[in-house]
């Protein structure tokens, strides 16, 4: 069964960092572009991040460019994003979500909850 | 960023009524569309790609349809599973990009 379990996520202060891991099991990891979607507080769905097969390509959606950082980890079937000077628009469910290769994301976890406030 | 834009935001609707969703897209994106269904608390799911092709498992209720800028989601018989949000993505160029949704409500 293809499964992707966020973890990491939590309340941190403005101007904080975060590390959120994504752990993926059922598939071949290494075979697969990789990306963060988060949804804020009833709100739609905004892409963050993907990260191509062995770390090719990265991508990063102009609101948190120069803030956050994809990686992967293709021996321990993990995804990772590190959020760095965070803000209160930061504040969402992140899920990762596996790519099938053209850009839409066939597989989601079940989101991890970040929340940024004083 | 291409821009994507859904109609409407909010749908009534009772079970078996035929419910038709549009995406529009302020530039050409082809067929590089992808529709989800969102129930809340949970991740979406995905339902349709390449504008028209169904997701393995997905009931065939659901289809897609069009190219360029303009796009539907058509469920031709509503089930009460399927009241839900429903999201449009494009995925021509990055950075990829999501309509705002539409809500899918009971009548």
């Known amino acids: 069964e293809v499964q992707l379990v966020e973890s990491g996520g939590g309340l941190v202060k403005p101007g904080g960092s975060l590390r959120l891991s994504c752990a993926a099991s059922g598939f071949s990891f290494s075979s697969n572009t990789l990306t963060w979607v988060r949804q804020g507080p009833g709100k739609g769905l905004e892409w963050v991040s993907s990260?191509?097969?062995?770390?090719?390509?990265?991508y990063y959606a102009d609101s948190v460019k120069g803030r956050f950082t994809i990686s992967r980890d293709d021996a321990k079937n993990s995804l990772y994003l590190q959020m760095n000077s965070l803000r209160a628009e930061d504040t969402a469910v992140y899920y990762c979500a596996r790519d099938r290769g053209a850009g839409y994301f066939d597989c989601w976890g079940q989101g991890t909850l970040v929340t940024v406030s004083s | 960023d291409i821009q994507m834009t859904q109609s409407p935001s909010t749908l009534s609707a009772s079970v078996g009524d035929r419910v038709t969703i549009t995406c529009r897209a302020s530039q050409s994106i082809s067929s590089w569309l992808a529709w989800y269904q969102q129930k809340p608390g949970k991740a979406p799911i995905l339902l349709i790609y390449k504008a028209s092709s169904l997701e393995s498992g997905v009931p065939s209720r659901f289809s897609g349809s069009g190219s360029g800028t303009e796009f539907t989601l058509t469920i031709s018989s509503l089930q009460p599973d399927d009241f839900a949000t429903y999201y449009c993505q494009q995925y021509n160029s990055y950075s990829w990009t999501f309509g705002q949704g539409t809500k899918v409500e009971i009548k």
């Open positions: 990260i191509t097969t062995s770390g090719g390509y990265i």
